[in-house]
């Protein structure tokens, strides 16, 4: 490596002058340049829509985030955070509390810097888009109106793109969870089972 970097620098004082820069440069990087933590967001999202719906009292979500957080419980990456998210579930709200000792991707999904907001993938939360859905599969016009253009965006977003197609059979008329539910994750095992629960209750009055 020595008489690579000689010969690349010219002289050896040279090359040393340059790694010694190259190596300062890498230890004063700030921690968001060092990490990129918009692709984790991004895959995360729809899992803190479940989280935020468990914390608000949605029985389907609850059950599903605490699989979710049961198995990265045992992995190395994730441990860390499961714990901190389960903390948040249980109440805890104070970052100064639940930030130290996470690593800079974790903080990121835990407490968004300012400058950089989470992105939602979809503005609706879990109930009332369920809610909108149901709505729609017992034929209100105007929920189904309300509910296309977010359900063409999921349709977009490859995190959604499995619940849009799910949620597009309800409001067609389907209604079997054996035939919904079959390779869905998680998350949209969730909404989908939210969407199902309201259509056991009687339809809404529907205006025209």
Not at 2 to 20: C, E, K, M, N, V
Not at 156 to 172: E, F, G, K, M
């Amino acid at each position: 490596f020595t008489t690579l970097i000689t010969a690349l620098a010219g002289d050896l004082d040279t090359a040393q002058r340059a790694l010694t820069t190259v190596i300062d440069a890498a230890r004063n990087l700030p921690p968001e340049a060092a990490f990129d933590p918009q692709p984790h967001l991004d895959r995360w999202e729809p899992r803190l829509v479940a989280l935020v719906a468990a914390a608000g009292g949605d029985p389907a979500a609850a059950t599903a985030i605490d699989e979710l957080l049961t198995s990265l419980a045992d992995t190395t990456d994730w441990a860390t955070l499961a714990d901190v998210l389960r903390r948040i579930l249980a109440g805890e709200r104070d970052p100064d509390q639940l930030l130290p000792g996470l690593d800079p991707i974790d903080t990121a999904i835990v407490h968004p810097r300012p400058g950089r907001p989470r992105r939602p993938d979809h503005p609706h939360p879990t109930t009332a888009l369920a809610a909108a859905v149901a709505a729609a599969a017992h034929g209100d016009q105007n929920a189904a109106a309300e509910a296309a253009p977010y359900l063409d965006e999921m349709a977009d977003n490859p995190n959604w793109a499995a619940l849009a197609a799910v949620l597009r059979r309800i409001i067609a008329g389907e209604r079997n969870p054996d035939q919904l539910l079959p390779g869905l994750d998680p998350t949209d095992t969730a909404i989908t089972q939210a969407v199902l629960a309201h259509l056991t209750d009687p339809p809404p009055e529907t205006t025209r």
